[in-house]
């Protein structure tokens, strides 16, 4: 029986009342089921039924690889040429390098040695296995030896003790025939001491009273740490796990550290547009490990048990290939490192694992050009599974909803590059105050580029130039020592096209509410026919106030006389920046805080950079428009450039998106289920029968879409739009429902009709929930719904909450914990009618159990068990669906409103000739689950969920 389907199914034997149930499994599974099938004992059971006992090398290194590997040997191919690299580094440790030394920094952290260490006997192991020349083993013990004589491997700072792992693990495996029986023993006693049984502290927070720098396998589910700390060590239960005295700790390692990486798969690397919300360079870090545990297993037991098979890792790679220039060089926003290099070795792990031939060629592509060393290259490499030709890559990245986009003239480095952030401000995840920033990249040179990360053990850091707004490329708006953008603030792409006129459009309104801001709204857009980049800025105050505009560059700056142009010049590439529209003047400042910041000492110096500015004051409201243009020779100014249109008119004038639509407004749905209605006036569309709204849908970490049309069509069964008419326009209504758990989750819209499609929109039930309660005073009817509203609000936040969904998209301030709590169960059972199950002319049929799925709707479904196949009906018109799951046949009652959870469905159940007859209704199902159910956060939801019953029945 599958765990998230039942945890208790009793034959009913008293009164209904007594009746244990299992409450939202259809919905829980997507997190509950995160890595809980795999037991640790089941993958090295696996693993010895595909080896055998003491069968090395298994992690991700095999005989038969080693094999392929030799085969290339001076065969002049690229593997030939990473394996002389090998040998060469291999050869420079032993003759340039000594052992490594307990070489401690900072605060006792061991971080830099385990990873030199972990290098140098990655190197030395392959090598010996490639070369077979002893002097590579010697030495490869003799790192290893070193570092298991260390009094410890700092688990204070885990990342340490994971790095470590990793690298003895390789040694353990990969030289295992060469090391003795006391050797052997003496490295696994120590990875067991100071490397399994570490991590097992972590994972059973005990003992509570061990030093940790910070207890990262509770505090920070996001965090890069959780695939290295569990890849490191899941790699050293693999590679010692069959032996006798490693076995038991090793499994439990395995079941601990695969769940957590599994999970944290699915949270982390968005199933959207794959964006890491810790940047491009955590992104590599993180991934290379997630890459190395996968392999590993796939090695070992002949599977990862799904630990990768998941669409936001692949994804997340044209995340980072898009993110970066052509060179490539990452946009370096957040904790990365100003335009650091992103052809990274893990691009051929995930287009291998993927089969996607164009992400391995972003790694190869640069292997061919450079040597810069990598033991993960030697891992990876195959080259035959490279077609002849590879497929041609869009050069527009990005959808509404998405976080980030970029655009390019081209994919060679001549071509013209940029990109707009946007997403989320999380500090704790390596975030900045950046949305908003920009850069652009033309022939290779970074004209407007990110700074870069701070020192991490800076006083005050979150204070510092780099961090907040005023050390990016976007907007200072009434700047104060506090940080200049919300922490918090979400912020995602609102509008999104591609073709010779792309852009990206990203509402900064939250990001700036601190600030005075009433509305802020960034356009980026790429007109490619003419080399152009346009910001546009549309901006409007509560108040007249102080706005800043900025864009670094560790070029210089020339200002025009009048400063409305500004060139900037890197090496011997210029670009034409150009003031479109605005009353302000362009300026050269110093790259350093403004006076009203707070003094940070010992905050890195960027004295190797300015900003190209522009200063307004005592303004309320404008719009800033700038473009961008590469010179060419001999030019001083472009021989075109573009004229100021406001953002809302950017899609106009393309053929492919005037379909005459326009949504007029949307209004939340209030009718017990949970979703949007779209209103769309249509009055000037020309539209064939075959249009639709194309709605694009949240559904736990995945998208789904749905159309509704705008006409019927006679032989086809269609969800056709209702019309209404309000003063003296129609309207066309589209409604899209969602799940409460989504109910935060931006809905994508646009009007699709054959090839065309209309211009985009997105959404969410939250904004027009907050809408709502934020204009009560405005209007009569919204007062009336306000009730009900913060019931929805609440229900829906407990269902996040529950459901696991990112905490990013909770707000807590709607979880209303005292009255939720003050709900009982006798207060429930009085609300609710009473129950009868009536079964007794059916022979072994029993009734076992009900769940509630939360829909947009509620769906109430009732368990049975029967040998013969039962038929059901209902009294009310409810549409009725069956299924078989688990031994148990289902029937499911769909479409019920929270206002109608008190009514009582009547079925009817026949089989034989004969009926029985149940009488249930959700209020029977909610006050048996507040009974006996002990999830305090599921007993919450149920609580919430009756007082939006409440409220739902109190305002129809």
């Not at 004589?149 to 353990?172: Q, R, V």
């Not at 295992?176 to 399994?196: A, E, V």
Request: aromatic residues 10%; charged residues 25%.
């Amino acid at each position: 029986m599958k765990k998230h389907l039942f945890s208790v199914l009793l034959v009913l034997a008293l009164l209904i009342g007594m009746m244990p149930v299992q409450v939202f499994a259809q919905e829980k599974a997507q997190t509950e089921e995160y890595g809980s099938f795999v037991d640790g004992e089941k993958v090295i059971s696996d693993m010895i039924e595909k080896n055998g006992m003491n069968a090395h090398p298994r992690i991700i290194m095999t005989d038969q690889k080693f094999k392929d590997l030799k085969s290339h040997l001076n065969d002049g191919s690229l593997t030939a040429k990473l394996l002389e690299e090998l040998r060469l580094e291999a050869n420079r440790i032993i003759n340039e390098t000594t052992v490594s030394t307990y070489d401690a920094y900072g605060d006792k952290h061991l971080l830099e040695t385990s990873k030199r260490i972990q290098r140098h006997i990655a190197t030395l192991a392959l090598a010996y296995n490639i070369y077979g020349e002893n002097k590579y083993a010697q030495r490869c013990y003799e790192e290893m030896k070193a570092a298991c004589n260390f009094p410890d491997w700092s688990p204070k700072h885990f990342l340490d003790t994971a790095e470590m792992c990793t690298g003895i693990a390789y040694g353990y495996d990969w030289i295992y025939s060469w090391l003795n029986k006391d050797q052997r023993d003496f490295i696994r006693g120590n990875l067991i001491k100071k490397g399994l049984n570490q991590v097992l502290e972590d994972y059973k927070d005990s003992p509570s009273d061990r030093q940790r720098t910070y207890k990262w396998y509770q505090d920070l589910e996001g965090d890069n740490w959780q695939l290295v700390c569990t890849g490191g060590t899941n790699l050293a239960a693999l590679a010692i796990g069959d032996e006798k005295n490693a076995r038991s700790v090793a499994a439990q390692v395995l079941t601990y550290g695969y769940k957590r990486a599994y999970s944290f798969v699915r949270r982390a690397y968005s199933a959207q547009d794959g964006t890491y919300l810790e940047g491009l360079g955590y992104w590599d870090y993180a991934t290379y490990y997630l890459g190395l545990q996968s392999s590993a297993l796939i090695s070992a037991t002949g599977t990862d048990y799904g630990l990768a098979d998941y669409d936001g890792i692949a994804k997340s790679a044209d995340f980072v290939r898009y993110m970066s220039s052509n060179s490539p060089k990452s946009f370096s926003f957040g904790d990365d490192r100003e335009s650091r290099d992103t052809g990274w070795a893990v691009f051929l792990w995930v287009g291998g694992h993927f089969n996607l031939p164009e992400l391995t060629e972003v790694r190869l592509k640069k292997k061919r050009k450079t040597s810069d060393y990598s033991y993960l290259d030697v891992l990876w490499i195959d080259e035959s599974q490279q077609p002849a030709s590879l497929p041609q890559s869009k050069t527009d990245w990005g959808s509404v909803g998405s976080s980030n986009a970029s655009f390019r003239t081209s994919w060679e480095e001549s071509g013209l590059v940029t990109a707009l952030h946007a997403g989320e401000n999380c500090y704790k995840y390596h975030g900045h105050y950046d949305l908003g920033s920009f850069y652009i990249e033309s022939g290779g040179s970074r004209f407007f580029t990110d700074l870069g990360n701070e020192d991490y053990e800076l006083k005050n850091r979150q204070y510092s130039y780099r961090i907040k707004a005023e050390g990016h490329n976007t907007l200072v708006i009434n700047p104060t020592e506090d940080i200049d953008q919300a922490e918090g603030a979400n912020c995602l792409i609102t509008e999104f096209k591609n073709g010779n006129e792309a852009y990206a459009i990203t509402d900064l309104t939250d990001a700036y509410k601190p600030s005075g801001a009433k509305r802020v709204v960034r356009g980026l857009k790429l007109i490619k026919d003419k080399n152009c980049v346009i910001i546009q800025d549309e901006i409007s105050l509560n108040k007249a106030g102080e706005i800043y505009w900025f864009a670094h560059t560790a070029g210089q700056i020339k200002v025009a006389s009048d400063g409305k142009s500004a060139i900037v010049t890197v090496g011997s590439d210029r670009l034409w920046v150009k003031l479109l529209s605005g009353s302000g003047r362009f300026t050269a400042m110093k790259a350093e805080p403004l006076p009203t910041s707070m003094s940070v000492p010992n905050a890195t110096d960027n004295s190797d950079y300015r900003k190209l500015a522009i200063h307004l004051t005592n303004t309320k409201d404008t719009t800033i428009s700038v473009a961008c243009i590469p010179l060419k020779n001999g030019e001083t100014t472009p021989s075109w450039a573009p004229t100021v249109k406001a953002l809302s008119e950017w899609s106009k004038g393309d053929s492919t998106l005037d379909l005459g639509d326009h949504l007029h407004g949307c209004k939340l749905s209030l009718s017990g289920d949970i979703g949007v209605n779209f209103y769309m006036d249509l009055s000037s569309a020309v539209l064939s029968e075959d249009a639709y709204l194309e709605f694009t849908v949240p559904s736990g970490s995945k998208t789904e879409t749905r159309k509704v049309y705008v006409k019927a069509k006679k032989g086809e069964n269609r969800t056709v739009a209702q019309t209404v008419t309000e003063g003296k326009k129609t309207y066309c209504v589209f409604k899209c429902q969602v799940s409460a758990k989504d109910y935060a989750s931006n809905i994508g819209v646009r009007m699709v009709d054959g090839s065309k499609s209309g211009k985009k929109y997105s959404y969410s039930v939250k904004t027009y929930a907050d809408y709502l309660l934020s204009h009560v005073n405005d209007n009569a009817e919204y007062k009336k719904a306000a009730p009900l509203v913060k019931a929805l609000l609440c229900y829906c936040t407990w269902a996040q909450t529950y459901f696991g969904i990112n905490q990013s998209l909770i707000d807590r301030s709607y979880l209303n914990t005292d009255v939720v709590s003050a709900v009982t169960s006798k207060e429930v059972r009085e609300a609710a009618p009473a129950s009868e199950v009536v079964l007794d002319q059916l022979s072994g049929v029993t009734f076992a159990g009900s769940n509630i799925s939360l829909k947009s709707e509620t769906i109430l479904s009732l368990y049975f068990k029967s040998s013969s196949t039962l038929t059901f009906s209902c009294n009310r018109g409810n549409k009725l669906e069956t299924a078989k799951e688990d031994g148990y046949q289902v029937v499911r009652i769909c479409g019920i409103s929270a206002s109608d959870f008190d009514e009582i469905f009547e079925l009817k159940i026949s089989c034989g000739g004969k009926e029985g007859m149940i009488r249930y209704s959700v209020l029977n199902h909610i006050y048996n689950a507040l009974c006996y159910y002990s999830d305090d956060t599921l007993l919450s939801l149920e609580k919430a969920l009756y007082l939006y019953h409440k409220a739902a029945e109190a305002y129809s």
